[in-house]
């Protein structure tokens, strides 16, 4: 049973699989013929809790979870720094201390306007400092990851790219916020994957741009079994 690894290994090769968007954009029709209600979600499973089985006509469609939720986060990221209404923010119960220098201090506060877009929400404490009130979905453990990302766009002049600066913090959140490389999911945790990555622009590769599926054919099978 050995040899049935091979799909799922090209999901973990060394070199990442750089996939322009025309190649991908073919890969996905040719693995999913271009809409999620193909791939039957009734006989999804889980293997080793890192991948999404589920079979398309006469195919499997092996999904990586990681780098599903990575591609499924960047996406809701970019769409909501361009104030297209995601819900990317998770409010905490208190209000979070955050301990910089002034100089600091006064730098985000005038980006808060553009970071509440992007989940992260602070403001001026009553003592002059600062306080954080919300932070980017999965991140409420990586604050400090945040603040420290955008004070270094802020400090290194890329602030100014505004779409860079979207691309920046949608890559650099989804990646510290997606799921642990493997982590149990109910079937109804599985679904909401499938479908999500399936709505995504470019639901075949992940933030570093490699595949985020494969598949198995009966040819495949057909092969090993020889």
């Not at 791939?39 to 809790?49: A, H, K, R, V």
């Not at 469609?61 to 909501?80: G, P, Q, S």
């Not at 992260?120 to 979905?137: N, R, T």
């Not at 985020?212 to 054919?217: D, E, I, P, R």
Request: hydrophobic share 35%; aromatic share 6%.
């Amino acid at each position: 049973f050995g040899d049935f690894s091979n799909p799922i290994d090209e999901l973990y090769s060394k070199t990442p699989n750089k996939v322009s968007e025309p190649e991908q954009e073919s890969s996905l029709k040719s693995i999913v013929g271009g809409t999620k209600s193909d791939i039957q979600l009734d006989s999804i499973f889980q293997l080793d809790n890192r991948y999404i089985v589920s079979a398309k006509d006469e195919e499997l469609v092996i999904i990586d979870i990681k780098r599903a939720h990575e591609r499924i986060l960047y996406e809701d990221y970019l769409n909501a720094g361009r104030g297209g209404g995601s819900e990317v923010s998770q409010r905490l119960l208190f209000p979070e201390p955050i301990l910089i220098s002034k100089a600091d201090i006064d730098l985000l506060l005038g980006a808060a306007d553009v970071l509440k877009l992007f989940g992260l929400d602070i403001a001026k404490s009553e003592s002059g400092g600062l306080e954080v009130l919300a932070v980017p979905s999965g991140l409420a453990e990586k604050l400090q990851d945040c603040i420290d990302s955008v004070l270094e766009a802020l400090q290194d002049g890329t602030w100014t790219d505004v779409e860079g600066r979207r691309e920046r913090f949608a890559r650099v959140w989804a990646e510290a916020g997606s799921v642990n490389k493997k982590v149990r999911l109910s079937k109804e945790e599985m679904v909401d994957i499938v479908e999500r990555l399936f709505e995504c622009e470019s639901p075949g590769i992940d933030t570093r741009g490699r595949s985020v599926f494969t598949n198995l054919t009966v040819d495949n099978i057909e092969t090993k079994l020889k």
